[in-house]
C-alpha cells in the first residue's frame, strides 16, 4: 500500500507538474492493499460533459477510475498522456469556486502533469476517459 504520496512517486509525476489542489485532502484515498484491474480507456466521439460521460461509461458496463487508477496508468503507460489527455472522473473534488474538477493526466510544456478539468463544462474529442470492466 503506497499511500497518496507513493503513488504520486511511482507515477515519475514532477511535483512541479502536479496541480496544486491535487492533495490528499481533496482526493482520499479510500481502501487498502492492491486492486487487480485492467484499465482501458474510453472515448467519446462528441462534446460530453462529465456527468454524461460517467453515466454512458457505466451503461456500457464499465467502472470510472479513480485517481489512484490513474497515477497506476501513469506510470506504467506514460507516453499516453502526451498523446491526449486521460481522465480519472471516479475522483471529484468541489474547488474554492463550487465547480466541480475531476484529475487529468496531460502535457504542458513539454512535461507530463496532472491537472483539474472541470467535471461540468464538457469534454471534447482530445480526451479519453480511465474505466476498467466491471466484475460480474
Given at each position: 500500500?503506497?499511500?497518496?504520496?507513493?503513488?504520486?512517486?511511482?507515477?515519475?509525476?514532477?511535483?512541479?507538474?502536479?496541480?496544486?489542489?491535487?492533495?490528499?485532502?481533496?482526493?482520499?484515498?479510500?481502501?487498502?492493499?492492491?486492486?487487480?484491474?485492467?484499465?482501458?480507456?474510453?472515448?467519446?466521439?462528441?462534446?460530453?460533459?462529465?456527468?454524461?460521460?460517467?453515466?454512458?461509461?457505466?451503461?456500457?458496463?464499465?467502472?470510472?477510475?479513480?485517481?489512484?487508477?490513474?497515477?497506476t496508468?501513469?506510470?506504467?503507460?506514460?507516453?499516453?498522456?502526451?498523446?491526449?489527455?486521460?481522465?480519472?472522473?471516479?475522483?471529484?473534488?468541489?474547488?474554492?469556486?463550487?465547480?466541480?474538477?475531476?484529475?487529468?493526466?496531460?502535457?504542458?510544456?513539454?512535461?507530463?502533469?496532472?491537472?483539474?478539468?472541470?467535471?461540468?463544462?464538457?469534454?471534447g474529442?482530445?480526451?479519453?476517459f480511465?474505466?476498467?470492466?466491471?466484475?460480474?
Amino acid at each position: 500500500d503506497l499511500g497518496f504520496e507513493g503513488l504520486m512517486k511511482a507515477a515519475k509525476l514532477d511535483p512541479g507538474c502536479v496541480n496544486r489542489d491535487i492533495t490528499p485532502g481533496h482526493f482520499p484515498i479510500q481502501g487498502k492493499g492492491i486492486r487487480n484491474v485492467d484499465l482501458e480507456l474510453y472515448e467519446f466521439d462528441e462534446m460530453v460533459t462529465g456527468e454524461e460521460a460517467a453515466q454512458k461509461i457505466e451503461q456500457d458496463g464499465y467502472v470510472n477510475e479513480d485517481l489512484p487508477a490513474l497515477f497506476t496508468f501513469g506510470a506504467n503507460h506514460p507516453v499516453e498522456q502526451r498523446r491526449r489527455p486521460v481522465v480519472a472522473l471516479a475522483s471529484r473534488w468541489q474547488g474554492r469556486d463550487r465547480d466541480v474538477l475531476v484529475p487529468c493526466l496531460g502535457e504542458d510544456c513539454a512535461e507530463r502533469d496532472l491537472d483539474l478539468c472541470w467535471f461540468g463544462l464538457g469534454f471534447g474529442q482530445g480526451f479519453r476517459f480511465l474505466v476498467s470492466r466491471k466484475t460480474k
